[in-house]
């Protein structure tokens, strides 16, 4: 079932085209909102909780249209990128005080803020005044925060921003069991390709506010991934015999490329290596740039960026 | 009986979701009132947020209660008391104004400037309440706080009147009307104040610059105001006057009061109308100003 439409969303701030037409559908589940700085992941996740309206189009949530009506805001929740929490308060208060206006009642919202702070792994650290918490903290409490009311759907911007890849990993762990266990469908933006693969069922692929692919995370992996074979010696016979069994690969000396491999392609390039006896020296994954992946006029091939794993 | 050692266990009862009944939408602006309550008397902080809030409170109040004593022992002693007489409720107003401004000027930028300054309007923003559920819940918030202070050494200065008389109940059947004046009174300037202080902090993110803010449209005012009467003449002069707000409140109140004895430039009415004109006038630019700030 789709939690958000969106239809022909165009935004333009002053001669900024922030999105342009865009028209996509995000179900249940953790989507991840893909692009670069620009690509209007920002923008849009402003329109989806009805932050701005947009200059065309029409945005869907929960059933609501987002210009009509504020009610839908009681189930969902929002963690904007920028920093939100005032300094001298409690994640406690601040949590409490948010769950109230969000429409659970006093004593109901002071329990779900300890819950929900317990679940994020701030339990200890709750009646401390923010402007003593680590970056890390503070995005477990805008996470926390966005979840306080118990939301049908939540939408995190950037929620990674700024940790370093220990917390990177912790938070994105956070966030999957949040989907999984916890029930609530997850939107985040990011442009962090790994952060999607990690964590999202299904991507839409923002560029320079027009939309390049949505879909589920998995097919796009597969059509995405490809494999460095670094050999020290042997590298013709190898891709030779690679091309035989229908696979492409790319040679640059002692380096092969194999675009787009999935499935059963790897079953056949450990076999080529184990008959040609290839000295092998490396075998890793390799990501394409957003731009490299996504933009249809593409860009150089040498254009590559090792996956931060 | 107690269990057998290592037989406890502990269990993860998980996510719970909450299904509670929700709130309704005046519940939410209700939150909003009590969270703005809770800053302006600095409730749920530390020491160092009570000190501004509670000293000026006391400011504007205790003086009352140290009057009533004096009045109380002085009586007490059954000398001649000729010489010593409460002050009116009008005539409070012309001291407490001071108070009333200093805690308008100090206080009330709190309950705007931080939500700005720390980004948490965003967040008020992606909840189920409009931004004119914010901003006129804050309002509200801080009027209720302002007019309580205005309120209570007027409500002092009757209940004392009310005790010392002949009979009291004669004289609360004769003065009843002073309780609706003192309620209008403190209104009318707590409102001023309001719509002022939190207009200037819907400016600036620092709530020092709206302090200064204020503090300079209500004293310095005063001056061009005090400078007018004494320099010009005839309608020009009463115009000018009405930038003295200090005064302007206090005569409004004076008149709303029933006291007869005033000497202004323009008739007290009309410092009462215009007192009305600037709340309504300045709680509309801030309502403006407020939605263009949560809805940028």
Redesign the interface.
């Known amino acids: 079932m789709a939690l958000v439409h969106a239809r022909g969303l165009t935004k333009t701030y002053g001669s900024v085209r922030a999105l342009d037409e865009a028209t996509f559908e995000i179900g249940e589940g953790i989507t991840g909102l893909l692009g670069s700085n620009g690509a209007g992941k920002t923008t849009s996740l402003r329109l989806f909780?009805?932050?701005?309206?947009p200059d065309n189009g029409s945005v869907e949530v929960l059933g609501h249209d987002t210009r009509r009506s504020?009610?839908?805001?009681?189930r969902?929740g929002?963690a904007?990128e920028?920093?939100?929490?005032?300094?001298?308060t409690s994640a406690a208060?601040l949590l409490a005080?948010?769950a109230?206006?969000?429409?659970?009642?006093?004593a109901?919202a002071r329990l779900?803020a300890s819950?929900v702070l317990r679940?994020v792994g701030l339990f200890e650290e709750r009646y401390r005044p923010m402007s003593t918490y680590s970056t890390g903290m503070k995005q477990r409490v805008k996470l926390a925060?966005a979840l306080v009311?118990?939301p049908v759907l939540a939408f995190l911007d950037e929620p990674t921003a700024g940790l370093d890849p220990m917390g990177r990993r912790d938070m994105l762990e956070l966030i999957k069991r949040v989907g999984r266990?916890?029930?609530i469908s997850i939107v985040i933006s990011t442009h962090l390709m790994g952060d999607v693969e990690r964590t999202c069922d299904g991507v839409v692929v923002l560029d320079a506010g027009k939309v390049l692919r949505t879909g589920a995370v998995a097919g796009l992996t597969e059509e995405t991934e490809a494999v460095l074979v670094d050999v020290v010696e042997g590298a013709g016979e190898l891709a030779a015999v690679l091309e035989r069994r229908g696979l492409a690969p790319r040679r640059d000396g002692n380096r092969l490329t194999l675009e787009r491999i999935a499935g059963t392609d790897f079953d056949v390039l450990r076999d080529a290596i184990v008959e040609t006896n290839a000295l092998l020296y490396r075998l890793a994954p390799e990501r394409h740039t957003l731009a490299s992946v996504f933009t249809p006029a593409g860009v150089p091939a040498g254009r590559r960026e090792q996956d931060a794993t | 009986m107690n269990a057998a050692p290592g037989a406890a266990e502990i269990f993860d009862l998980?996510?719970?979701?909450?299904e509670?009944?929700?709130?309704s939408r005046w519940?939410?602006r209700r939150?909003?009132w009590r969270?703005g309550v809770r800053i302006a008397l600095g409730l749920?902080?530390g020491a160092s947020?009570k000190i501004a809030p509670w000293g000026l409170i006391g400011f504007a109040f205790v003086p009352a209660v140290v009057l009533v004593v004096i009045a109380a022992f002085v009586g007490s002693v059954a000398t001649d008391t000729s010489d010593f007489e409460l002050p009116s409720y009008a005539q409070y107003y012309q001291f407490a104004i001071v108070p009333l401004s200093l805690f308008a000027a100090v206080i009330g930028p709190l309950l705007l400037c931080?939500?700005r300054r720390?980004?948490?309007l965003?967040?008020?923003?992606?909840?189920?309440?409009?931004p004119i559920d914010y901003i006129a819940s804050r309002w509200v918030a801080f009027f209720t706080v302002t007019a309580m202070i205005a309120w209570l050494p007027e409500a002092t200065l009757f209940a004392w009147n009310a005790l010392d008389a002949q009979s009291p109940g004669t004289w609360l059947r004769e003065n009843w009307d002073v309780v609706p004046r003192f309620l209008l009174a403190g209104t009318l300037v707590a409102g001023a104040l309001t719509a002022l202080s939190l207009f200037a902090a819907s400016f600036t993110t620092r709530r020092m610059y709206a302090t200064i803010g204020a503090v300079a449209t209500l004293f310095i005012g005063s001056a061009i105001g005090g400078i007018a009467e004494e320099n010009f003449s005839g309608s020009l002069s009463g115009v000018v006057s009405l930038a003295a707000l200090p005064h302007v409140m206090v005569d409004g109140a004076q008149w709303i009061l029933g006291d007869e004895d005033l000497q202004r430039p323009v008739s007290p009415a009309v410092s009462a109308l215009w007192l009305a004109g600037l709340t309504i006038g300045l709680s509309a630019l801030l309502l403006i100003r407020s939605m263009r700030l949560?809805?940028?």
């Open positions: 909780t009805g932050l701005i309206d504020s009610e839908y805001r009681t969902i929002y904007p920028h920093d939100c929490l005032p300094a001298t208060e005080y948010m109230q206006i969000s429409g659970l009642p006093r109901a779900r819950d679940h925060e009311h118990d266990e916890f029930g | 998980g996510y719970q979701p909450y509670g009944k929700r709130t519940a939410r939150a909003i969270d749920g902080r947020a931080p939500d720390f980004g948490v965003s967040l008020y923003a992606a909840r189920p309440i409009t949560m809805r940028g």
